[in-house]
């Protein structure tokens, strides 16, 4: 087994004393394997953007240790932080600068001797760099962030909410080059609240909830779940009783009827609804794959995965 990217044993964060202590962070054991895009998913007040504080050695743990390529972060922050491209969950940068002069410094910084891939990461993010970052919109910062964590190619990228505020098209860009890096052999470890966001391009997730870890899976066994959604069109009204006999059947559940159409959650075979809905004339029948929202939500059972689209 290759050396893991990022491992935490028992990382634990609390802020503040006595009656206003916030356990932020308990116990986090995780580990992060090199080339994988890892997603850290929570809702508001979970706890990622304390881990990701910890995992910089911005701020300190009350107890438990983490590496990073296999050295600690605290006593290594400074050499680790060469290797990792970091994009903050919001981008308090010189407000009156421009972006490429931004950009320019960090080169400089980080010992670059061209910025030309800076140049086409801003090109593909359709990101305008002659303008000062105070002219922004928060969705033209975010991608400023994104062009300054990337255009080192850094082994790790560690992304705090990086698409929120992209409008589709760019997200798409962004997980476009989230498959480069990987391609490349790095890793991604990016948070995130929005399930749907990070489907399309993360190998595992890890699910965070009141700073404690609930689930780490990989995206393929979640989407391997048993269950799907089925919608049968009648052309006719549909059979006296035949709503009746899909609701009981043993596989079925989520049951709703709306004129000549039905809709149910199957678990097991298709066999006994097949022979269900015989007795119509059946014009179209749709069977759609779980989405990860609710996957999670069969899993954890908990109203766990319903809760983080509501605070989405
Ligand atoms: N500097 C701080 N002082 C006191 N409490 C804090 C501080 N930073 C975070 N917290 C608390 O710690 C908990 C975890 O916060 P954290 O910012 O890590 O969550 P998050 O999952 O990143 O949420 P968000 O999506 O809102 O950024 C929350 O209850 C938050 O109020």
């Not at 909410?161 to 860009?173: I, V």
Request: with cysteine; glycine share 10%.
């Amino acid at each position: 087994m290759a050396e893991p990217v990022i491992q935490t044993k028992g990382l634990t964060k609390a802020y503040g004393h006595g009656e206003k202590r916030t356990l932020a962070l308990e116990n986090l054991d995780l580990t992060i394997q090199p080339g994988e895009i890892f997603g850290y998913l929570g809702p508001n007040g979970a706890g990622k953007t304390t881990t990701i504080r910890l995992l910089l050695d911005f701020i300190r743990p009350d107890a438990g240790s983490a590496t990073i390529f296999g050295q600690d972060v605290r006593t290594s922050s400074v050499e680790l932080h060469k290797q990792i491209g970091y994009l903050p969950g919001e981008l308090n940068l010189w407000k009156n600068q421009r972006a490429d002069r931004i950009v320019s410094y960090f080169g400089n910084v980080r010992g670059m001797q061209d910025t030309r891939y800076a140049q086409e990461l801003a090109e593909r993010l359709k990101l305008d760099m002659t303008k000062r970052v105070r002219d922004y919109s928060t969705g033209n910062k975010r991608k400023l962030g994104i062009v300054l964590a990337l255009m080192h190619k850094p082994r790790l990228l560690i992304l705090d909410e990086p698409t929120s505020g992209l409008d589709p098209l760019m997200q798409q860009t962004f997980n476009q080059l989230m498959h480069e890096v990987r391609a490349d052999g790095r890793t991604v470890f990016l948070s995130s609240h929005v399930l749907s966001e990070v489907q399309a391009i993360c190998d595992r997730v890890a699910i965070l909830r009141d700073g404690r870890l609930r689930a780490v899976e990989s995206i393929e066994k979640l989407t391997h779940v048993d269950f799907r959604w089925v919608t049968i069109n009648f052309r006719d009204a549909i059979p006296a009783g035949m709503g009746t006999e899909l609701e009981k059947l043993d596989g079925t559940s989520h049951f709703s009827q709306n004129g000549k159409s039905v809709r149910l959650q199957l678990t097991g075979d298709f066999d006994p609804v097949i022979r269900a809905i015989g007795g119509g004339y059946v014009t179209d029948l749709r069977v759609q794959e779980p989405t990860l929202e609710e996957i999670f939500l069969a899993f954890y059972g908990n109203g766990s995965a319903a809760a983080m689209q509501q605070e989405a």
